[in-house]
């Protein structure tokens, strides 16, 4: 089958379905295609999901108009179709990749069975099937190991402990959450899991999956040391998906290159979200490819002075499921240089801690643990990226909410 769709948006995920519905809204419909079997949903929501907290159907986006069910699998440049794995073609005027990321799987001696699949019991965390999966699979008492102490990682392991399964995290960096923390709040995080029976491994590196008939029975460590295991959860990060972008000869060097009209290296084909880099960034976060999909929308339905320009995005963690809910967000550097101002306020028995770091009478990052009240006023100050008042103490940052 062959249409004359002139905006063709590959992929059903945040950016994909922000982009396609806006364009709705905006007069110029686009055919969406999402290789996903479940309706559209909020990816950023499957540990509340695998937490028990929410119904699947919960986290459902509202429906786009115009979606097709199926995985496109070639570009045709010159002739600006797309080939799909039912047998359909399309022919595009414009052509988006949102194809987001895919989990990194790692170099783990013993991951695949000889038919290059995950033994039973293995599962990767970025997709609804992959968090029904491991849903289906965690019972009270289970054994499940953790590979990887980043986001992803905490909150996988956090929603698999209010589900009552004995949880072993193992993180191969020095801390939880590395990237985005500091040691202090990440202490905090490993408070908090250890709290819920959670047992953390820093500086812990796994090296094989051991398997009996197929099913994983056992994850060895570096040092030799073997934890038994019903269940492992992979969240070692992930890495965007670029295969299409590459098959059809489009740049990329970690994502998709894209400009500021996020054009990639072929006029008639952008990319979004995950799968985009960006002045230099992969953001792989929810925010900037929301941010990204409006740009588009707005220059596709014909404002040509729309652009993206970046997003100073924060993070923000939420941690559900139980009665002590578990907030955090992160900011820029939440590390000082030499000659910064910090200012911190901890208490350890709520289990709170805030920080700012200003540099130059500007907010270059912050972190805040437990107590978020002022988070919308300091975003608001990092994203302006203004001078900061000079009438007050740096207390106020962390004190004074805004009205937020
Ligand atoms: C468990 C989890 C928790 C997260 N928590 C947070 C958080 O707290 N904060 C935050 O900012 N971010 C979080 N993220 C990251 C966030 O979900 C992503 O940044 C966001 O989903 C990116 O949107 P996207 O549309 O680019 O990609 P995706 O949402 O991954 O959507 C891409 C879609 O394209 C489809 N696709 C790919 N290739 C094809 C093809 N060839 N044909 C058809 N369809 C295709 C994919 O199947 C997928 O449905 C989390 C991610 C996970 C997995």
């Given at each position: 089958m062959t249409s004359n769709t002139r905006v063709v948006v590959i992929g059903a995920g945040l950016a994909g379905v922000r982009l396609a519905r806006r364009l709705g809204d905006l007069g110029t419909p686009a055919l969406l295609v999402g290789?996903?079997?479940?309706?559209?949903?909020?990816?950023?929501l499957l540990a509340e999901v695998l937490a028990g907290r929410y119904a699947p159907e919960v986290i459902a986006l509202p429906p786009p108009a115009g979606l097709l069910r199926t995985r496109v699998t070639g570009i045709d440049r010159a002739a600006r179709t797309v080939a799909c794995a039912d047998g359909t073609s399309f022919a595009y005027g414009t052509l988006v990749l949102a194809t987001g990321s895919n989990p990194v799987l790692p170099?783990?001696?013993?991951?695949?069975?000889?038919?290059?699949r995950l033994p039973e019991g293995v599962h990767a965390f970025r997709t609804l099937d992959d968090c029904l999966g491991l849903a289906g699979a965690v019972r009270p008492g289970a054994r499940a190991v953790v590979i990887g102490g980043g986001l992803l990682g905490v909150s996988a392991a956090r929603a698999l402990a209010v589900r009552g399964a004995q949880v072993v995290l193992a993180q191969q960096?020095?801390?939880?959450?590395e990237r985005q923390l500091d040691p202090d709040a990440s202490r905090l995080v490993l408070r908090h899991l250890t709290d819920l029976g959670v047992e953390v491994h820093t500086e812990c590196r796994v090296r094989d999956v051991r398997c009996i008939a197929g099913a994983v029975r056992s994850v060895e460590l570096a040092d030799g040391y073997a934890l038994d295991a019903d269940l492992v959860v992979l969240a070692c990060g992930v890495r965007p998906r670029t295969g299409l972008a590459e098959q059809a000869g489009l740049a990329v060097h970690q994502g998709v290159l894209v400009d500021d009209e996020l054009r990639t290296s072929d006029p008639h084909i952008h990319a979004i979200g995950d799968c985009a880099q960006h002045g230099g960034t992969v953001y792989g976060l929810a925010a900037p490819a929301l941010e990204q999909a409006d740009a588009l929308a707005a220059l596709l339905a014909g404002d040509t002075g729309a652009r993206y320009t970046g997003t100073r995005s924060l993070t923000r963690l939420t941690l559900t499921g139980s009665d002590s809910p578990f907030d955090l967000a992160a900011f820029g550097e939440t590390e000082a240089r030499p000659g910064d101002d910090v200012v911190r306020l901890a208490d350890a028995t709520r289990g709170t801690y805030r920080k700012v770091v200003v540099r130059d009478d500007r907010l270059v990052g912050g972190v805040l643990v437990?107590?978020?009240?002022?988070v919308g006023a300091l975003a608001r100050a990092w994203e302006g990226a203004e001078p900061l008042p000079d009438d007050g103490p740096l207390l106020h940052l962390l004190t004074n909410d805004g009205g937020s």
């Open positions: 290789d996903e079997e479940h309706p559209p949903y909020n990816r950023v170099p783990l001696r013993g991951l695949f069975t000889p038919d290059h960096a020095e801390r939880l959450m437990g107590e978020l009240g002022t």
